[in-house]
């Protein structure tokens, strides 16, 4: 992981500062619906950090706002100057995304080389004359059969067609790729093979990548740094080993114990801090992001929780000797999470 220790220290490339995205309601009586809220996170160059949560969390909205799609609320910074609302075509490339559903996000019309030489020629990022040989070496580089090359998408496998999308966002040449489920829809042994590439392109191009995914295993396999999201927020966030030897917030504690074990007995503890009572199967469904409990967003569904988290939201902190502006310090959102640090 050679993001994880030194990227931790390190200046970070991309930096989110208090983000917000909104929906409004088609009726004006209505409140916006809030989909992420007050998100603060940092990249640092060649790091991989995952962002984790159940479907409707806000991972998809977190991730279209850091490429520009959009509309959000809070700064984005990147490589220390702040992104505007309307990037440049020279910001736009910089930070590119890799969509989950692949076949939905290739033109059916292009084969692969033309997808790919499209994207070069809208940017002008070579010569007319050496497209054709980017295009190729690009498709390579991804690990795709020759013989693929002049197909359509139709004609493709899912891991194939996965690999074109990330093939078709290198062509820009970004500095940080963010991944949306980009495994989710495919076989498991294909799965495998797309995230051996993404960990190869990290080693190889010094790429930072956000793997935005609801698979734990995927998380501790390839990330250096790992954020937990809740109703739009982060409850927990931390170095990947610290996080999955010792989760701090209940709904981490939560999501580590609904993973299936392969091995039958008893399951060991995640925690050995957190207050007494054995992580279970997360129970029911998330609020509706119009009914936002008060308190600690995640009170409802809690086991922990007492009569002070539902009337006052926890913030962020560290834990014991440790710096909360630290990169690699454990920090989570809940009023129990550190012993030292007594509920108010």
């Keep these: ?48 950090l995952g962002l984790v949560g159940e479907s409707g969390c806000g991972k998809t909205s977190l991730a279209r706002a850091l490429v520009g799609l959009e509309p959000a609320e809070g700064e984005i910074i990147l490589d220390g100057r702040r992104l505007p609302p309307r990037r440049t075509r020279d910001q736009a490339r910089r930070v590119q995304i890799v969509f989950q559903d692949p076949y939905a996000s290739l033109n059916p019309r292009l084969t692969v080389r033309h997808a ?18 980017r295009a190729s070496e690009l498709l390579g580089l991804v690990g795709l059969p020759r013989r693929a090359f002049d197909a359509r998408p139709a004609a493709l496998s899912g891991g194939q067609r996965q690999r074109v999308a990330i093939a078709r966002a290198l062509a820009l ?19 495998a093979v797309i995230l051996e590439l993404f960990a190869r392109l990290r080693d190889d191009l010094g790429l930072a990548l956000l793997l935005i995914t609801h698979d734990l295993a995927v998380v501790s396999a390839m990330c250096d740094r790992i954020a937990v999201m809740y109703l739009g927020r982060i409850v927990e966030q931390a170095l990947a080993r610290a996080l999955l030897a010792g989760p701090r917030h209940p709904y981490t504690q939560q999501l580590l114990a609904a993973v299936p074990q392969l091995t039958p007995g008893p399951r060991p503890r995640t925690d050995q801090h957190a207050r007494p009572g054995e992580a279970t199967a997360l129970p029911g469904d998330p609020p509706s992001l119009g009914q936002i409990p008060s308190g600690c967003v995640f009170h409802p569904r809690c086991p922990q929780a007492t009569a002070h988290c539902s009337d006052v939201a926890p913030e962020l902190t560290a834990g014991p000797g440790a710096n909360g502006a630290d990169a690699v310090a454990h920090l989570a959102a809940c009023h129990y999470a550190w012993p030292h640090v007594p509920a108010r």
Excluded: C, F, K, W
């Design 1 to 48: 992981m050679t993001g994880a220790d030194s990227g931790g220290a390190a200046t970070p490339l991309l930096e989110v500062r208090n983000l917000s995205v909104s929906y409004r309601a088609r009726s004006r009586r209505r409140p916006a619906m809030v989909a992420v809220r007050e998100v603060s996170l940092a990249l640092a160059r060649g790091e991989v």
């Design 173 to 191: 040449e970004p500095d940080i790729l963010v991944a949306d489920e980009p495994t989710t829809a495919l076989d498991v042994s294909v799965q």
């Design 116 to 133: 790919v030489e499209e994207m070069l020629r809208v940017h002008r990022l070579r010569p007319p004359g050496q497209v054709g040989a």
